[in-house]
T-cell receptor
Framework: GQQLNQSPQSMFIQEGEDVSMNCTSS?????WLWYKQDPGEGPVLLIA?????ELTSNGRLTAQFGITRKDSFLNISASIPSDVGIYFC?????????????FGSGTQLTVLP | EAGVTQSPTHLIKTRGQQATLRCSPI?????VYWYQQALGLGLQFLLW???????NRGNFPPRFSGRQFPNYSSELNVNALELEDSALYLC????????????FGPGTRLTVL
């Protein structure tokens, strides 16, 4: 099956700093998605990427779908306290009826005042 | 537009009992997915339902089962509960289209005593 490696596992940054996290896979993915999860809640979709090379922004967030289709990164600029949470990448591989998302293990982000 | 809803928010059961969790997808979405997220861990895919049929299941024992109703809402049933079934159970829905972006509900926290 598809495997996703997400790094770093955790990050401690100062408010105002930029953040970067990435995911690599052992297989080619058709879509890449980035979610944020607050404690005890469901993941919220941040950015969806559908084409290799695609670079998409959502406010202070920027994500890219790698050219090889095996990686993606998420950048957060000028971090603020509400950025705290767990960020998950997810990749989607379409193969007939085998339709499911594979999730990375998450990056726990802590923003220090 | 209402998002994915799940009920109950919390559920406490004892070992050996059965649990039933419910999910209502976003209006117009026909696919429903179930995930298990144990404390501090990532999301593990459980089941995918589309148009009332089970399309795919993850690596979980048969005591995890479910169904999808004609209105596309879904139930997840867990029989013969074990302590390690304690987790946040997340439901997601999507359009059955090429992009298949999944949108998550807030989850049901199941505690098995």
């Amino acid at each position: 099956g598809q495997q996703l490696n997400q790094s770093p596992q955790s990050m401690f940054i100062q408010e105002g700093e930029d953040v970067s996290m990435n995911c690599t896979s052992s297989s080619i993915f058709n879509t890449w998605l980035w979610y944020k999860q607050d404690p005890g809640e469901g993941p919220v979709l941040l950015i969806a990427l559908y084409k290799a090379g695609e670079l998409t922004s959502n406010g202070r967030l920027t994500a890219q779908f790698g050219i090889t289709r095996k990686d993606s990164f998420l950048n957060i600029s000028a971090s603020i306290p509400s950025d705290v949470g767990i960020y998950f990448c997810a990749g989607h591989f379409f193969s007939g009826s085998a339709r499911q998302l594979t999730f990375g293990s998450g990056t726990q982000l802590t923003v220090l005042p | 537009e209402a998002g994915v809803t799940q009920s109950p928010t919390h559920l406490i059961k004892t070992r050996g009992q059965q649990a039933t969790l419910r999910c209502s997808p976003i209006s117009g979405h026909t696919s429903v997915y179930w995930y298990q997220q144990a404390l501090g861990l990532g999301l593990q895919f459980l089941l995918w339902y589309d148009e009332g049929e089970e399309r795919n299941r993850g690596n979980f024992p048969p005591r995890f089962s479910g169904r999808q109703f004609p209105n596309y809402s879904s139930e997840l049933n867990v029989n013969a509960l074990e302590l390690e079934d304690s987790a946040l159970y997340l439901c997601a829905s999507s359009l059955v289209a090429a992009t298949d972006t999944q949108y998550f509900g807030p989850g049901t926290r199941l505690t098995v005593l």
